[in-house]
């Protein structure tokens, strides 16, 4: 077949072979496509934990590619070589398609492709890409950003996701559905659906509330406000507000809707709880609150997130 779009798999030291696994699955065996793995030592052994990749090009592939996927990799901390950045910067101003997968997005950063631009990755290193790239719109709990010419993704499920939505924009929403089906993943999940984090409430750096926090925990479904939480803590609302913010990075009630979330989301994963029954449960009382929530800080409704984990769970067993 002729006029394949072509795709550059670029392979960094320490390439996470999930990541790298995904973004070859899905491009190597669709005949409207021509994969090609290289990386800046050009053809060869890469070697990965427990076995290596073989490599079939250098950076020339990154030139005549129209669209390079940059894998997650492990070392993020390390300098890559400024022949790499430059085949970069090159094939995006010739217009090829920059896609990144997980710490991936660290290279196209490196590269200055970023700068004043909306990106993501996996919700641990968010924040390490904000201190170092600050001119990076880091966007931290988006599965995927599509920003045009260049994308970005968190972790390899997110990945996945994204390299279908290519699919859909080059091939059409029937061929992606197809692909999907074959890997036994959801058919579409919007990037920006918030990237499904261990919890959403921040981790306490202090200890003197904790007793009060465990005591909400504990009583996620009652109704109290910031006054009744001062008033049990025995502080003023001022002194409070202040402590509870330097032990959790939060305000008490931020805190809480994020407790209240981070259980809602244990009740739709591991039980068969209506829904009507997880929004009182929850603390958020009525079944809009709830859905009201899971837009507001998670991109899509109760019943989708519960769908989303059930396709998981069965996929597992496939």
Known sequence: MTNRHRVAVLVLPGVLALEFGAATQIFSTDPRYELTVCAGDGPGSVPVSGFAITVAAGLEAVEDADTVIVPGYDDIDR????????????????????????????????????????????????????RRYPRVDVLP????????DILTSAGVTAGIDLCLHLIRTDLGAAAANTRARD???????????????????????????????????????????????????????????????????????AWLTDARIDRARELLEASAVPVEQVGRL????????????????LGTSPQEYRAVFRHMSEATHT
């Open 79 to 130: 300098p890559l070589p400024p022949e790499l950045l430059a085949a970069l910067r090159a094939a995006h101003a010739r217009g090829a398609r920059l896609v990144s997968i997980c710490t991936g997005v660290f290279a196209l950063a490196a590269a200055g492709l970023l700068d004043g631009r909306p990106a993501t990755t996996h919700w641990r290193h968010a924040e390490q890409l904000r």
């Open 141 to 148: 709990n988006q599965l995927y950003v599509d920003d045009g």
């Open 183 to 253: 890997l036994v993943a959801p058919p579409r999940r919007p990037g920006g659906q918030a990237q499904f984090i261990e919890q959403f409430r921040p981790e306490a750096s202090g200890d003197e509330l904790a007793p009060l926090r465990e005591w909400m925990l504990d009583n996620l479904a009652a109704t109290f406000t910031v006054d009744d939480l001062a008033e049990r803590a025995h502080m003023s609302r001022r002194t409070f507000i202040r402590r509870f913010r330097e032990e959790t990075g939060t305000t008490p009630m």
């Open 282 to 297: 929850s603390g958020f009382g009525a079944p809009a609150s709830l859905r009201a929530a899971f837009h507001r800080h």
